[in-house]
């Protein structure tokens, strides 16, 4: 199973430069196209509904095909897009394209977190940050690729590295032997966490559903807002020159990488819930010191504080949720991938629209209120847990 987990490593790296490609050379596009920025919210928009519909359609071909086709399927798909977007087709052709990149990037992401719920059950967290991590290096990696050809005016080849990487992982996928049982016992382990809450109803099983999937709608909220706005934020909130304003963008991912390889070594200490009650509680804080102090060089302190902050809250909601419903790894990570999809497809268009007519300041709070809104969540999961629980467990803390 250990070639499974590198060459997963690899596909969340692969995913992690996909999903910021089209960002990266989104100026370069729109003027090649010679179409406005409402037509580059369409090309955003129709990716995010690709990765909406390839988490079903992934979870669903998990029933009949093995995780090795559906990845090098998915592989295949990536790497035919990001050719076609390398080519410069007819806008409505690179429409549907990125709706095929998406849609092929949440097939790996969904059937790859689901073999790590369903294998490393004693290990997901440790397991999942390091994914994260490698999602995160790509995603910090290709702007950088991208700024470099973009100098020598040769930036629609970011489509060809990425191609050509997916390409190369179609016949990994193609070829890779490994055993699922083969697993090594050794390893180091999460911090023991409370039994799930047992003799559920349906009710109740659901209504904790329910709620984890609000937390990561939530979650997707924040980063969502981060990740597109960051840069217009110290623009019009803190004055910062343009180029300035562009570092905050690098900190913020940079010190996000380095929380998720942080957050490996963390999880084998403290409970999940612990975990993430301590980050979006303190998450919270940054964010209403950053909107208070209105301070550009404050502001940059107070980004790296808030990317090594969130970087666990991701992967660490969904190992709870997981470790809530053992048995169910597949139904859960898909409903948890997909409605990170939903927020990343919703949040930044309300973000944006507020911003335009309300200010800066009120989209900075509604981050703020997104914070409070997962901490309930987290909260209701908590009382659940302390309701069920048994009699031999009221010594270890959630």
């Not at 999942?128 to 005016?153: C, H, K, N, R, T």
């Amino acid at each position: 199973m250990k070639r499974f987990a590198q060459a997963s490593y690899v596909m969340y790296f692969l995913a992690g430069l996909v999903i910021t490609t089209i960002g990266s050379v989104l100026p370069q596009i729109l003027k090649h196209y010679d179409v406005t920025y409402t037509m580059g919210g369409q090309l955003v928009f129709w990716g995010s509904i690709g990765f909406l519909v390839g988490v079903p359609v992934a979870t669903l071909l998990l029933n009949r095909y093995s995780e090795k086709q559906i990845l090098a399927l998915a592989c295949l798909i990536i790497a035919g897009s990001q050719f076609m977007m390398w080519s410069l087709p007819p806008f409505s052709t690179l429409l549907v394209t990125n709706f095929m990149n998406c849609l092929g990037t949440a097939a790996v992401e969904t059937i790859v977190a689901t073999l790590m719920m369903e294998v490393f059950v004693g290990r997901r967290a440790v397991v999942m940050s390091y994914l994260e991590v490698s999602f995160g290096l790509g995603a910090l990696l290709m702007p950088v690729i991208s700024s470099l050809l973009i100098s020598m005016d040769l930036w629609r080849y970011s489509f060809v590295v990425t191609g050509v990487m997916a390409l190369a992982m179609t016949g990994v996928w193609v070829f890779i032997t490994y055993s699922k049982t083969d697993l090594d016992d050794n390893a180091a382990k999460d911090a023991s966490n409370m039994a799930p809450p047992e003799n559920m109803s349906a009710r109740v099983k659901w209504l904790l559903l329910v709620f984890f999937g609000f937390m990561i709608f939530m979650y997707c909220g924040i980063e969502g807002s981060m990740n597109n706005f960051l840069s217009s934020i110290f623009i019009s909130y803190l004055d910062a020159a343009p180029f300035l304003a562009a570092l905050s963008v690098g900190l913020f991912w940079g010190a996000m990488v380095l929380g998720r390889l942080a957050t490996g070594w963390i999880i084998r200490k403290v409970t999940y819930s612990r975990f993430l009650f301590i980050s979006m509680a303190s998450s919270l804080l940054v964010l209403a010191a950053f909107i208070v102090l209105q301070n550009i060089w404050t502001g940059y302190v107070l980004i790296v504080a808030l990317g090594l902050l969130l970087s666990g809250v991701y992967s660490i909601t969904m190992v709870y949720a997981n470790h809530t419903f053992p048995g169910l790894a597949r139904l859960v990570t898909s409903l948890i991938t997909g409605l990170a999809g939903l927020g990343g497809a919703v949040f930044p268009a309300l973000i944006g629209y507020v911003m335009d007519h309300a200010g800066t300041s009120r989209a900075l709070w509604m981050t703020v209120g997104f914070a409070v809104f997962y901490l309930l969540g987290l909260a209701v999961v908590e009382a659940v847990y302390k309701k069920t629980r048994r009699p031999d467990q009221s010594a270890q803390a959630s």
